[in-house]
Each structure stands twice: as structure tokens, then as C-alpha cells.
């Protein structure tokens, strides 16, 4: 029986004989490609995130409009959790507890433009604690701006 020290010497010897036969150049290649696949992910993420924060805040834009002129009450959002859960089961987000945090979202930021160049620069989750915390428009948006100046790559 062969002990298990044996099996990682022989796969060392294997690595070694590899990295031979590699061209020069090549760790410096493959490094660059791992970065480039790694930040080309990170964009696309922050996108899709973008997207769906603006989603959120025309969702809670849409349900306050209709509350406030048609005067729906809980039990028609209670409703339109359950319906839009059943279209998209795939898709989380439409819970009862997050259709409130939407539009209290739109409540707190009327001009899409903050949302889209500022709010939706961090995750959904994020902007529901600074809704939560923070009463004044000016604390909200000093505390985004501190999340997005955060270098978010540090665990990469």
C-alpha cells in the first residue's frame, strides 16, 4: 500500500514536468485573463444589481401612486405579493416585507436620477438598512457614497 505522501510527490513531479513544457509568458497570460474574467464579472453583477434596484424603486414608485390616488390598502399589496410570487417563481424579492421596503424606497427617493446614479450603485439589501436607519435624505445619501467609495474587491 502506498501512503499518501508518495501520491503528492508524484503529483509534484507531474506539475513540475508541466510547467516545463508550458511557453514562456504563459503565467503572465493566464494571470491577465483571470482578472479580465473577474472584472468583466464584477461589472456585470453591478449591472444586473442596477437594474433590479431601479425595478424595486418603479415597483414601489407604481404601488404608492395607487395607494395614494385609488387608496389601496394592505391587503391589495398582501395580494400583489402573492401574484407576482406565482408569476415568477424563480425570481425572490416579491415577498409581502419587500414590496414595503419598494415603496418606502420610492417614498424616500423621488428623483430616479438619484436612484440610478447613486442608490442603485449598492445592493438591495444595503439601501433596506439605510431606509430603516436613516430619516434624512442627506444621512441616506453621505452613507451610500461612503458604501460605493468602499473598494468592494478586497476579497477577490
Known amino acids: 500500500m502506498k ?20 511557453p514562456s509568458g504563459y503565467f503572465e497570460f493566464i494571470l491577465r485573463l483571470k482578472r479580465q474574467i473577474t472584472s468583466s464579472r464584477i461589472r456585470a453583477a453591478l449591472s444586473v444589481n442596477q437594474e433590479l434596484i431601479l425595478l424595486y424603486w418603479d415597483i414601489g414608485r407604481q404601488i404608492k401612486d395607487r395607494q395614494n390616488q385609488e387608496g389601496w390598502g394592505s391587503k391589495v399589496v398582501d395580494r400583489l405579493s402573492r401574484d407576482l410570487s406565482l408569476a415568477f417563481p424563480a425570481m425572490k424579492g416579491f415577498s409581502l416585507r419587500n414590496l414595503k421596503y419598494m415603496r418606502a424606497f420610492a417614498e424616500s427617493y423621488k428623483d430616479s436620477s438619484f436612484v440610478q446614479q447613486t442608490a442603485a450603485q449598492i445592493p438591495w439589501f444595503h439601501n433596506c438598512i439605510i431606509i430603516d436607519k436613516l430619516k434624512s435624505l442627506s444621512e441616506r ?5 461612503k458604501t460605493i467609495e468602499t473598494p468592494q474587491t478586497e476579497a477577490l
Open 3 to 22: 501512503s499518501s505522501g508518495g501520491k503528492q510527490i508524484k503529483k509534484v513531479k507531474h506539475l513540475a514536468a508541466q510547467k516545463r513544457n508550458l
Open 141 to 145: 445619501e453621505f452613507y451610500i457614497k
